[in-house]
């Protein structure tokens, strides 16, 4: 019975059986918890500023505004005020959130949302646990950090008026579904708010139940909603089950479904585009398809059996760079991967989904060699959780499957498959992930004539209407169809999409609009694409984490009392050498003569963990984007401005809180004597460029004290560098270009090779020592909870291909150890043609695992060192302004020092672990948004030229054609193939290739070639056009 909550009610907690049912390979249990029942918060606030009570409970967001919204929670994204209707509480229900959660992320005007923890609970119950978390992670988002959202978490099954008892649980909801459980809870919310708001407020006020369900009509009888009208649910009756003494006719429920809110708001047409919706029957009402293209799927139950009884593969759909058609899937105890070839065979697999695989017969595996080139991977690829659970007892099943493996390991010849199923991430996948795409559409009538062919089979007139083929960014991912309202408006636009589904009849999946980036080829649209794609947080940092910042702002000072706990080290001529314009700037350096005669060198970094403190807002943010991120024309901050370019920076002239590691070094032999960890104070003379300290050094006639500091730092720099390459460090490359922005519309006016000055070297090789003497320390203080930074030994495989290459040319790499690696790098070299080391080196890089942020709990100690530096330990310490991990190791040193104590969550050797994998992922993310940034000014840059012919070097011959690299810009890329014109015949095997059966070519010649910016399909690219050899 419906328990009404009056204002005269204590406070008192009382404790309750909570029965819930779990199903078992034994069958379905009960379960017996203990549960807590209080007066919780409802969350309702009017503008008089009355709020229910919450001193028993605990509540989650904003409070809910039945007045006119605050001054300061106003939003820029929001409409004007009198288009949003504060009167009204809407309650979202389990079906809603599932279904709509981009439509609840986007618009903004859906506000003064009640979201139930029953809701929670079962969002978070899904089979697919990283789309679970995704949504929860959005709702999460909006309850905590747009508070002008007013979203309220209610904790509807700990609220002595909406809870269950254990009586009703066992007469209304045992042996019921799941959506059956979620709409009976969320019409128990619903009936506690409609009576409670007619307690506290006039009529005016209503609240409103959104779902997506049924629900609506399963509800039936004009003022008595008695019964729903379904088998199951035709028992209850509602009005005993919810009124209480309340008249059940007199409670006016407020239902409504997404359609009908939709057409509530002025832009509904729009809002109808942003919906998820199951167009199925649609396609095939409107469409008149009159056949299917793809084979159907094994439904994943019986797709899981059968591959525990070894009659498929279970493995993660790879799509190619280069062919959207082909796809190779990494199978465990296969060593070669298996090929998949064709849109038939790929069977409506997309990228990275988790896929059940059929071997094809032997006799249609094809000559390993035969691909168009080999497939490019991104390592961090987020990983999907599949429970495959291996019976014990499946041995006799699994014979077939050994005898599989082993003649695909024993054969010379390529495997290849077919997806039979999708178990995880697909298009028609129940476990359907989250992601979402950037790109642009297409019309019909705008297709190729091979593309338009897909769709012989439909009501043409029908989809040019209504319909429109999404393009995406990434090549890798299929067209998709989208259905929209105005597709003419669509035109020309960057927008996100996500996909809901591939009908076997359709040629592409279909999906909805998430959002509407901006016109395309605009600069800060580009950008805001290349962000989405890689998964940067772009959002503005929220109230509660720029509360955690100092309350006087830009004029904040340092304390008195902090003064006293640091070494001032304000009378040193400390400098800052950077990039022109950076004003983040993290690390200092000073060198002086000792009486003795040796140098004192320190190198001090920006001390963020005094503004950051652990388990703050502002260290949650921070955990969370765990890197600055730099595009071309702006950045994306890990920290507010006012830290990163403000209190933490180390500017000239001002007092700055640092973290310093000061060395004693030998003069003469430029040995370490010894090394000591402060907190300090600085005050840096001078924020120097890298071409302003080169100057200063190279100027004989700058006697100036810190001239002098700044040479005897490069002498020791050079030192450093020598042992280093002694010891066995690598010096790679790779191509890295700078551009000239006009100021006013971003077009680049120029593009070229960053060049590096010896100060560049000078303050990389002090960085390289402090983070070395930071590891060592923490490590010695700690060798289960530290932060360091290992580098694996290259990938064998590529690397012997690149051995081999060289050989070819008469060059012979040794690659027992880093030491021989680098020197036989040193000897490859081709006195007359200076670009050829530097290519190499650059072909090497690509040979090398990607370093890596890891846990000392989990690896041996053989395992922490570092590859690439020759170091046995090695850490990220000198950048906390822009990267989390150097903030983890400030306190690792800290606590070290006996400063201050580890922060619990540090000794959580699982949650260090998991921090670790998230900043390796998003540093690698980082790191291709500002590849992909660098690709988009290269194109504009070149895309108004006409005729730019440049010299470039042939970096390999693949059965793809000739690759190509133009070092002067960074531009790498296969030479065009062009009937008629350039016709390239590649002969990998012997490293050459025929063009227009007369000129001979050969990996590592130059040539000249003409560069031309071009968009197919929406997407960018730069066409090489072969000119001539050089």
């Known amino acids: 019975m419906f328990r009404v909550l009056q204002s005269t009610q204590n406070d008192d907690v009382k404790k309750v059986n909570r029965i819930s049912y779990k199903k078992t390979y034994n069958g379905i249990i009960k379960v017996l918890d203990e549960q807590y029942i209080s007066k919780m918060s409802c969350g309702i606030k009017d503008n008089l500023g009355w709020e229910e009570g919450d001193s028993a409970g605990v509540s989650k967001g904003t409070s809910l505004t039945l007045g006119r919204r605050d001054d300061d929670a106003v939003h820029e994204g929001m409409k004007d005020e009198e288009d949003v209707d504060y009167k009204v509480i809407y309650l979202l229900d389990y079906s809603f959130v599932q279904n709509q959660i981009d439509l609840i992320d986007q618009y903004d005007e859906l506000s003064n949302c009640v979201i139930l923890k029953s809701t929670h609970e079962s969002i978070m119950a899904g089979p697919n646990r990283m789309a679970a978390f995704n949504k929860w992670n959005i709702i999460q988002d909006i309850i905590e950090n747009r508070d002008y959202r007013h979203f309220f978490y209610f904790y509807d099954e700990n609220h002595e008026s909406t809870y269950f008892s254990e009586k009703e649980v066992e007469k209304y909801l045992c042996g019921r579904s799941k959506d059956f459980k979620n709409r009976l809870k969320a019409l128990r919310a619903l009936v506690f708010y409609n009576i409670h708001l007619r307690e506290v407020l006039d009529e005016d006020h209503k609240v409103v139940l959104l779902t997506d369900s049924n629900l609506k009509q399963g509800l039936s009888g004009n003022s008595g909603y008695e019964e729903l009208l379904s088998d199951e649910d035709g028992d209850i009756n509602y009005g005993k089950l919810f009124a209480g003494q309340e008249a059940w006719s007199q409670i006016n429920l407020n239902i409504m479904t997404t359609d009908e809110f939709i057409s509530q708001q002025k832009d509904d047409n729009v809002l109808m585009d942003f919906t998820k919706k199951d167009l199925s029957d649609d396609f095939r009402d409107e469409l008149k398809y009159t056949k299917a293209l793809y084979p159907d799927h094994v439904d994943s139950s019986t797709l899981m059996l059968q591959i525990k009884q070894g009659q498929y593969f279970l493995g993660r759909l790879q799509v190619s760079r280069f062919d959207i058609t082909e796809a190779t899937i990494k199978i465990n105890g296969i060593t070669n991967d298996v090929l998949i070839r064709g849109k038939h065979n790929l069977n409506r697999g997309l990228n990275m989904d988790m896929c059940g695989i059929e071997i094809l017969p032997e006799d249609q595996w094809e000559q390993k060699g035969n691909r168009v080139d080999a497939v490019v991977t991104d390592l961090l690829e987020k990983e999907m959780d599949v429970d495959v659970k291996q019976d014990s007892d499946s041995e006799e099943e699994n014979e077939e499957t050994l005898n599989i493996v082993e003649k695909i390991n ?101 999906g909805h609009i998430v959002k509407i980036i901006g016109e395309m ?457 062009i009937v008629g014109e350039v016709e390239i015949q590649p002969d990998p095997e012997n490293e050459k290739a025929l063009i227009n059966d007369e000129i001979e070519v050969r990996t590592f010649q130059h040539c000249k070639v003409k560069i031309v910016s071009q968009m197919i399909d929406y997407r960018r690219s730069m066409a090489l056009k072969f000119i001539e050899l050089l």
């Open 410 to 510: 024993q054969s010379t010849k390529q495997p290849m498959g077919k997806v039979v199923g999708v178990i995880q991430g697909g298009a028609n996948s129940k476990n359907q992930g989250t992601k979402t795409y950037a790109g642009s559409t297409i019309a019909y009538k705008d297709l190729l004539e091979e593309d338009k062919a897909l769709f012989d089979h439909i009501d043409v007139e029908c989809f040019e209407k209504n319909y429109r083929i999404f393009i995406p960014f990434d090549v890798r991912m299929e067209k998709v169809l989208i259905k929209s309202s105005r597709p003419e408006f669509l035109d020309d636009k960057r927008i996100v999409v996500k996909v809901d589904g591939w009908d076997a009849h359709l040629p592409y999946p279909y």
């Open 521 to 977: 080829n605009d600069s800060k649209t580009e950008s805001a694409v290349i962000l989405h794609e890689f998964n940067i947080d772009t959002r503005p940092f929220s109230k509660k984490v720029l509360d955690c910042l100092p309350t006087k702002g830009d004029k904040w000072e340092i304390p008195e009392e902090e003064e006293a706990k640091r070494l001032d080290l304000r009378g040193l001529n400390i400098c800052s050498i950077d990039p022109p314009g950076c004003k983040d700037i993290d690390d200092a350096l000073h060198c002086i003569t000792l009486p003795n005669g040796n140098f004192q060198v320190g190198v001090h970094i920006a001390d963020v963990t005094h503004f950051v403190k652990p388990g703050a807002e502002i260290d949650k943010e921070a955990a969370r984007r765990c890197t600055t991120v730099y595009l071309v024309e702006k950045r994306t901050d890990m920290l507010p401005g006012l830290l990163t370019e403000n209190l933490c920076s180390l500017r000239s002239k001002v007092d700055r809180l640092a973290f310093s590691v000061i060395w004693e070094i030998n003069s003469k032999t430029f040995e370490i004597v010894k090394v000591d960890y402060h907190k300090t104070i600085i005050r840096s003379v001078a924020s120097l460029t890298y071409k302003d300290a080169q100057g200063m050094i190279e100027d004989e006639k700058d006697q100036s004290e810190l001239t002098l500091g700044i040479r005897n730092l490069m002498k020791i720099a050079v030192n450093l560098r020598r042992r280093r390459n002694e010891a066995g460090a690598l010096t790679l490359a790779s191509p890295e270009v700078r551009f000239n922005l006009d100021r006013e519309s971003l077009n680049p006016t120029d593009v070229a090779l960053y060049q590096h000055v010896d100060t560049n070297f000078l303050v990389e090789e002090f960085m390289l020592l402090a983070n070395v003497a930071v590891a060592s320390k923490i490590v010695d203080s700690y060798p289960a909870y530290s932060v360091l930074r290992r580098h694996e030994s290259p990938k064998v495989k590529e690397l012997d291909e690149f051995k081999k290459l060289l050989a070819k040319f008469g060059f012979q790499i040794n690659s027992e150890s880093s030491k021989a690696l680098a020197e036989s790098l040193d000897s490859a070299d081709r006195p007359a043609d200076p670009l050829f080391n530097k290519v190499i080196r650059i072909l090497v890089t690509r040979c090398m695992n990607q370093a890596l942020y890891f846990n000392t709990a989990d690896f041996e100690m053989a395992d922490f060192h570092h590859y690439g530096l020759a170091a046995p330990l090695y850490t990220h310490f000198t950048s906390p302004i822009r990267r989390y991990a150097d903030v983890l190791v400030h306190r690792l040193l800290a606590a070290s020092l006996d400063l201050y104590s580890l922060p619990n969550q540090m000794t959580d050797k699982e949650k260090v672990s998991k921090q670790c994998n998230t900043m390796n992922r998003k540093n690698r993310m980082a790191a291709l948004a500002s590849r992909a940034s660098s690709e988009f000014y290269t194109y504009k840059f070149f895309k108004d030229k006409e005729n730019y012919v440049e010299e470039a070097m042939i970096l390999k011959i693949s059965p793809a054609g000739i690759h190509v690299i133009i070092l002067k810009y960074g531009i790498e890329g296969l030479l065009e193939n």
